[in-house]
């Protein structure tokens, strides 16, 4: 089973960029959709992007253009890039792997890296 190790959160100030990165060891992750997600204190989980098995990337409207997802199945990794960073991006984020396990999808998931934006 596939295991995933987040790292490159920190503290950064408003209107810099980051890129985060998921290390995948265990299995293949060329074979699992993955997915970012973003968890404030005090608030619901929240989808940040998806990557498709063929590197596609999916954004929810939020988005807004800032972040950039994308795979190197090669490396067994995956990276979120955020631009314009913003004191609301303050969070950790997570990356999981995602397979379907008949006609149920299931998530791994990596532990986290916590980004902090300061103004």
């Known amino acids: 089973q596939v295991q995933l190790v987040e790292s490159g959160g920190g503290e950064v100030q408003v209107g810099q960029s980051l890129t985060l990165s998921c290390v995948a060891s265990?299995?293949?992750?060329?074979?699992?959709?993955l997915g970012w997600y973003r968890q404030a204190p005090g608030k619901q989980r929240e989808w940040v992007a998806t990557i498709l098995i063929d590197g596609t990337p999916k954004y929810p409207d939020s988005a807004e253009g800032r972040f950039v997802a994308s795979r190197d199945n090669n490396k067994g990794s995956a990276y979120l890039q955020i631009g314009s960073l913003r004191p609301e991006d303050t969070a950790t984020y997570l990356c999981?792997?995602?397979?379907?396990?008949?006609?149920?999808?299931?998530?791994?998931w990596g532990q986290g890296t916590q980004l902090t934006v300061s103004s």
């Open positions: 999981n792997a995602q397979y379907s396990q008949g006609t149920t999808w299931r998530a791994i």
């Open positions: 265990g299995s293949d992750l060329s074979r699992y959709v």
